[in-house]
């Protein structure tokens, strides 16, 4: 399967946004391009891992709750496939069900509602990080 996009210097990075809720997913699209990351959006899971399946990112930003195939049935797919590439997970769920997450595959969670620029900061550390396969 497919690894980080670890873009060369003349590249961007790209960043995947697992979203349904289009205010959300609007916001976290805008956040991203100020810092020069292209972005795909996904409302749904099953549109996810399409993208999934046909580019590499640099960083997923995922949302646990989306229609279809749901974040953690994403997280699994990673995992499986070994896809390197990071996921923050972006979410409104439980503490409980957090603690579901599989942790080679999640580098950061994030709790809705967030500070932009925390989140920011945070997402862009981690499209920097060197890929890291999964177990």
């Known amino acids: 399967m497919s690894t980080a996009h670890d873009p060369t210097a003349d590249e961007r990075h790209r960043a995947l946004i697992v979203e349904d809720d289009p205010a959300i997913g609007k916001l976290v699209e ?3 391009k100020r810092q ?4 795909d959006v996904a409302t749904d899971g099953r549109t996810a891992m399409e ?7 640099s ?5 646990l709750m989306v229609p279809e195939v749901n974040g953690f049935e994403i997280i699994e797919y990673l995992k499986r496939e ?9 979410s409104a769920v439980s503490q409980q069900a957090l603690t579901k997450l599989d942790l080679d595959v999640v580098k950061l969670v994030i709790s809705k509602p ?8 945070a997402i862009v550390a981690l499209c920097r990080e060197p890929a890291t396969p999964t177990n």
């Open 30 to 32: 805008k956040l991203l």
């Open 36 to 39: 020069q990351i292209d972005v």
């Open 51 to 57: 993208k999934l399946r046909s580019a590499p990112y």
């Open 59 to 63: 960083v997923v930003v995922l949302d």
């Open 82 to 90: 070994n896809v390197t590439t990071p996921v923050a997970v972006v």
């Open 114 to 121: 967030f500070d932009v620029d925390e989140f920011t900061k």
